[in-house]
């Protein structure tokens, strides 16, 4: 399967703007035979804690928005957005997976940033998601999950490839492009790392949005500007590297 990462720039808490900016970029990662598009963490508003004006209902504008991205060129989307389940409660920081028929694959983040906050304006998930997308189990992460390597590892057996789009910063770059190697070599399995680039609130991002092999090599890597990163991957090859080198069977 060929997987998108496209990364970005995002509007800040302006999803209309952001919307007509990335319409174009998924039609061209569709157009080159990328059935899995990744979009950034919060990729309509920006990482704002401004939640009584960005989130949203289940089913609001950002998530219609990948819905109908994927009927449309039959493929599968997936951007995080501030989703509200219920109108008391905090929202979730919420990562969609939008099918080519429809479906609406949702993963909540488990870890929100304290330090930054976020657990004071979101609510946290509990439940990891792994979802078959064209023969792949495809599992699903949000960006300070990154560094919880037992979340990884609880889902390793069951996973080929691992999403994780992000709002990292780049005052903490090396970590970000270290733990997304970190992850793929513990796990034997893929890892697609989709940061934003630009600024937003009083933080600048400079992408190193890469996708990354079942051994820690880098299949595809993007620096600090604008970017779609295509990338063939295959569960044949996870299955291979599992199989040569046994290393998941001796973890305690």
């Known amino acids: 399967m060929r997987v998108a990462a496209i990364q970005h720039d995002i509007a800040w808490e302006d999803p209309k703007a952001n919307f007509a900016a990335l319409a174009p970029r998924i039609a061209g990662a569709a157009g080159a035979g990328a059935p899995q598009i990744v979009l950034t963490e919060m990729y309509a508003t920006g990482f704002s804690m401004n939640t009584d004006v960005t989130a949203e209902p289940v089913g609001g504008p950002s998530t219609s928005f990948l819905v109908e991205q994927a009927q449309h060129h039959d493929a599968w989307v997936a951007g995080s957005v501030a989703e509200r389940v219920d109108a008391a409660e905090r929202p979730h920081n919420t990562l969609v997976l939008a099918a080519p028929n429809g479906a609406v694959h949702r993963y909540r983040k488990i870890h929100p940033f304290t330090h930054s906050g976020e657990h004071e304006h979101f609510r946290a998930g509990g439940d990891h998601v792994t979802v078959d997308v064209e023969g792949l189990r495809v599992t699903l992460f949000v960006c300070y999950d990154l560094r919880f390597a037992d979340e990884f590892w609880a889902t390793a057996l069951g ?83 599992r199989d040569r080198f046994r290393f998941l069977q001796d973890r305690r």
């Open 159 to 241: 996973t080929d490839v691992y999403i994780v789009p992000a709002n990292w910063p780049d005052t903490r770059r090396v970590h970000w492009r270290t733990l997304l190697r970190a992850r793929a070599i513990e796990n034997q399995a893929y890892v697609v790392g989709v940061n934003r680039v630009g600024s937003g609130g009083r933080l600048s991002y400079v992408g190193d949005s890469m996708i990354v092999d079942p051994m820690g090599e880098v299949l595809a890597s993007a620096a600090a500007g604008e970017a779609t990163l295509l990338c063939d991957i295959d569960a044949g090859t996870v299955a291979d590297a």
